[in-house]
């Protein structure tokens, strides 16, 4: 936030052990499958995990590619096209979205599984996902499983826990807890994770996360941001002209955040990328 508000910062005890739990997992994996979420992709990719991920081969998931701006998140992913890396856009609530990422996973690890297929050798491929939190991780679990498995939630913090899952193309799936960095130093990063619901509401001035949410879009989308709101300029504005007044006149700014933050992260307002990339 600016320097007279609210500094966003959120690494609880789970997301430390989330971590601690990601290092040991990954000697057994020969696979990342590492989800971004497609409107704020930039500020999801966590420092954290680059130790962990070490050499092993990744698939990066834009997911909720539906929501945002493809434009732009298509020439940004680009730069994840190496001879070890790869992408998927992804709405991971579509059904019939497995098909490739298995092709994907497949190709990935090739080099290392095709020398036993080709004396005939039965392996089991392990892959384990990453994010921070609320990128649907485990949604994408449940789509990969095609069936729901992996407990989900439209908020930060659900799973608490790895969960192991087996697919039936010979994958096994470890699915994750979210975790964020230990320090979040760039705070127009935090402020991204706080607009798509990375960061658990309940640590956070809800006015403030809006009033930043309507600066960021005004700046990035103006004709989006003043054809949902009928050129309201402000939080008050948009309390005024939806009718959210309480008994003495007063606008309810609580009830307007809440309505701006659920317009953005419900795609109301468009089809949005809310970082320059």
Same mark, same amino acid.
């Given at each position: 936030?600016?320097?007279?508000?609210?500094?966003?910062?959120?690494? =609880? +005890?789970?997301?430390?052990?989330?971590?601690?739990?990601?290092?040991?997992?990954?000697?057994?994996?020969?696979?990342?499958?590492?989800? *971004?979420?497609?409107? !704020?992709?930039?500020?999801?990719?966590?420092?954290?995990?680059?130790?962990?991920?070490?050499?092993?081969?990744?698939?990066?998931?834009?997911?909720?590619?539906?929501?945002?701006? $493809?434009?732009?998140?298509?020439?940004?992913?680009?730069?994840? #096209?190496?001879?070890?890396?790869?992408?998927?856009?992804?709405?991971?609530?579509?059904?019939? !979205?497995?098909?490739?990422?298995?092709?994907?996973? %497949?190709?990935?690890?090739?080099?290392?599984?095709?020398?036993?297929?080709?004396?005939?050798?039965?392996?089991? *491929?392990?892959?384990?996902?990453?994010?921070? =939190? %609320?990128?649907?991780?485990?949604?994408?679990?449940?789509?990969?499983?095609?069936?729901?498995?992996?407990?989900?939630?439209?908020?930060?913090?659900?799973?608490?826990?790895? $969960?192991?899952?087996?697919?039936?193309?010979?994958?096994?799936?470890?699915?994750?807890? +979210?975790?964020?960095? =230990?320090?979040?130093?760039? $705070?127009?990063?935090?402020?991204?994770?706080?607009?798509?619901?990375?960061?658990?509401?309940?640590?956070?001035?809800?006015?403030?996360?809006?009033?930043?949410?309507?600066?960021?879009?005004?700046?990035?989308?103006?004709?989006?941001?003043?054809?949902?709101?009928? +050129?309201?300029?402000?939080?008050?504005?948009? +309390?005024?002209?939806?009718?959210?007044?309480?008994?003495?006149?007063?606008?309810?700014?609580?009830?307007? !955040?809440? !309505?701006?933050? $659920?317009?953005?992260?419900?795609?109301?307002?468009? #089809?949005?990328?809310?970082?320059?990339?």
């Amino acid at each position: 936030m600016s320097e007279n508000k609210t500094k966003i910062n959120w690494f =609880p +005890g789970h997301m430390k052990k989330a971590l601690e739990l990601m290092k040991e997992e990954i000697k057994k994996v020969d696979v990342i499958l590492y989800v *971004l979420d497609s409107r !704020a992709p930039k500020s999801c990719l966590n420092p954290s995990f680059d130790a962990i991920i070490a050499d092993r081969p990744v698939l990066y998931i834009f997911n909720k590619f539906d929501l945002a701006d $493809q434009v732009k998140v298509k020439k940004y992913a680009n730069f994840f #096209k190496t001879k070890t890396s790869d992408f998927v856009f992804l709405n991971s609530t579509r059904s019939g !979205a497995k098909r490739e990422m298995v092709e994907k996973i %497949n190709a990935l690890c090739k080099d290392k599984f095709g020398k036993f297929e080709k004396n005939g050798i039965k392996t089991i *491929l392990r892959a384990m996902i990453i994010g921070v =939190p %609320n990128t649907g991780k485990s949604t994408l679990t449940n789509n990969l499983c095609e069936k729901a498995k992996a407990v989900t939630g439209n908020k930060a913090g659900v799973t608490k826990d790895k $969960q192991w899952f087996r697919l039936a193309e010979g994958i096994e799936i470890c699915d994750t807890p +979210g975790s964020l960095y =230990p320090n979040l130093s760039n $705070q127009e990063n935090a402020k991204s994770l706080a607009f798509i619901g990375s960061i658990k509401m309940e640590i956070l001035n809800e006015t403030e996360i809006a009033e930043e949410l309507i600066l960021r879009l005004s700046k990035l989308y103006p004709n989006e941001f003043e054809a949902r709101y009928n +050129g309201a300029k402000s939080l008050e504005d948009i +309390g005024k002209k939806r009718g959210y007044v309480l008994p003495k006149g007063e606008i309810d700014v609580e009830r307007t !955040a809440k !309505a701006i933050l $659920q317009d953005f992260r419900d795609g109301r307002v468009g #089809k949005l990328t809310i970082e320059e990339l």
